[in-house]
């Protein structure tokens, strides 16, 4: 590993951190994109897309709302995504180690988000007799301040979460004792549970809207009965 | 006789909205704990409030950005409404204890209705429209792409829409907030989800499973009973905390036994 392969991922996982909420929310954070950016990085998109759609469906639970706390997808679901496109979807247990890297540094990614907001409060603070006189530059100080520094963490978190996943995702390998199918059916239930509880959570109370998913579902069995 | 329409002032120029626009998107930068976005609401405006009478050097200019830059809390797609009405009640000269009262009765609404017509609505909905494309084998920059162009046109038309609105409603903007997208928009984007969440889930399902789709009957039948713990404790544990416990547990048990 050297510094050619870390830089493009970390710069990628830079953008995407960013995306997630300070700029500009056009959400190439989401795992179903960010994984695929990832991966078509070492040239390898299919198996991005593969891996950000089973990343895509635990995501769907977590709304970026507000104040509250959320995993921070876009950096990890890059790293992810290269680590997988790197290792060969043929590797048995290659996109379970990138689930469970993904998901570990989305968890840290958030974490720092929330370091990140605490700083940005003390920048504000500094600059709070400025802004109260009404400080232009005051105001563009402490935007650009928090913009870069959100830059910043995010390609420090996507660089981390690099350098340690690829020797750790080697080691795991070298030891993996289950089969391909056997990893992907548990997989696929663990992301596939976290959907549906995930959906119920956003539609049961709208009234109707279960009704409106049973159909849905009516129409995806009919189009994958018809393949 | 009816009254006569209140006649909006033209709208600031073409450079100025881009500008704000452009800003927008960078409304959460320094977002924190203590006065939320209301560093981004200033950051928003001031491309507009440099046509206050005297410029950057007035007094006019420096109270407004003082004002503005205060606590504020709203979705940042909806804050364009916020942005739109604070510039032409700033523009307008407005007394500054009633913009304050108006800043402050808008954090609530632009907040809630935004979180339930964006965040659990439009975004659920391009994200299962999406994986509706994987699992229909579509190409990853297609499915890429399509999720994109989607999302963001939405996002981009609220942007629009809000700052438009703002500007002509001014102070009376609550009245825009009565509109029928913001009203019944939410419980129709749910259904709207809720049906392509119905079509998607099944296809990317499939997709991910594989050719030969062994251990089906498995994975179905791990599927809801994983659904059922995940709706049933979501008070103490979310989806995504349930993943990572689960593929822990079965990484770990893969390589220690």
Do not use: C, L
């Given at each position: 590993m050297n510094a050619l392969e870390v830089v493009p991922v970390a710069l990628l996982g830079g953008i995407a951190g960013l995306d997630t909420v300070s700029f500009p929310q056009a959400m190439i954070s989401r795992p179903l994109v960010s994984a695929t950016l990832g991966a078509a990085l070492v040239g390898a998109p299919m198996q991005g897309l593969l891996l950000g759609a089973i990343l895509e469906l635990i995501a769907l639970e977590t709304l970026p709302v507000g104040a509250s706390r959320y995993p921070e997808w876009g950096s990890a679901s890059v790293v992810a995504g290269a680590i997988y496109g790197r290792t060969?979807?043929?590797?048995?247990g290659a996109v379970m180690v990138a689930v469970l890297g993904a998901l570990l540094f989305a968890w840290f990614g958030g974490w720092s988000m929330v370091a990140l907001r605490r700083r940005n409060a003390v920048v504000a603070r500094r600059h709070r007799a400025a802004l109260e006189a009404g400080s232009r530059g005051a105001v563009l100080d402490v935007q650009l301040s928090g913009l870069t520094s959100d830059f910043a963490r995010a390609v420090l978190v996507s660089a981390a979460a690099y350098l340690v996943l690829v020797p750790a995702e080697r080691l795991v390998l070298l030891h993996w004792t289950l089969g391909e199918r056997l990893s992907r059916a548990e997989l696929v239930a663990t992301a596939a549970s976290v959907a549906l509880g995930s959906a119920w959570k956003l539609f049961h109370s709208t009234a109707g809207a279960r009704w409106f998913f049973f159909g849905g579902l009516g129409i995806g069995l009919l189009v994958l009965g018809m393949r | 006789m009816r009254p006569a329409a209140v006649v909006p002032p033209p709208p600031p120029a073409l450079r100025v909205r881009s500008a704000v626009l452009l800003r927008l998107l960078a409304i959460q930068g320094a977002w924190n704990y203590e006065t939320l976005m209301g560093n981004g609401i200033a950051f928003c405006l001031e491309p507009a409030l440099r046509r206050l009478p005297g410029g950057v050097h007035a007094p006019a200019f420096k109270g407004a950005i003082a004002r503005q830059s205060r606590y504020f809390n709203a979705h940042p797609y909806l804050a364009a409404f916020a942005v739109g009405a604070l510039a032409r009640a700033e523009l307008d000269g407005e007394p500054a204890d009633r913009i304050e009262r108006f800043r402050t009765a808008l954090c609530g609404p632009l907040g809630s209705v935004g979180d339930r017509l964006v965040w659990a609505g439009w975004l659920p909905l391009s994200s299962y429209l999406a994986l509706a494309l994987f699992g229909l084998g579509v190409s990853p920059a297609a499915v890429v792409v399509s999720f994109l162009v989607l999302y963001n046109a939405g996002h981009v038309a609220l942007l629009l829409w809000g700052m438009r609105t703002g500007w002509n409603q001014g102070l009376g903007v609550a009245s825009g907030l009565g509109h029928p997208v913001l009203r019944r928009g939410p419980a129709f984007m749910a259904r709207a989800a809720a049906l392509a969440a119905g079509i998607g889930i099944p296809l990317a399902f499939t997709r991910v499973v594989?050719?030969?789709?062994?251990?089906l009957g498995e994975i179905l039948l791990g599927t809801l009973v994983g659904a059922v713990i995940v709706v049933k404790a979501q008070a103490r544990m979310e989806g995504w905390r349930f993943a990572l416990l689960v593929v822990s547990a079965f990484v770990l048990y893969s390589v220690i036994r």
């Open positions: 060969g979807a043929g590797v048995v | 594989g050719e030969g789709r062994t251990f």
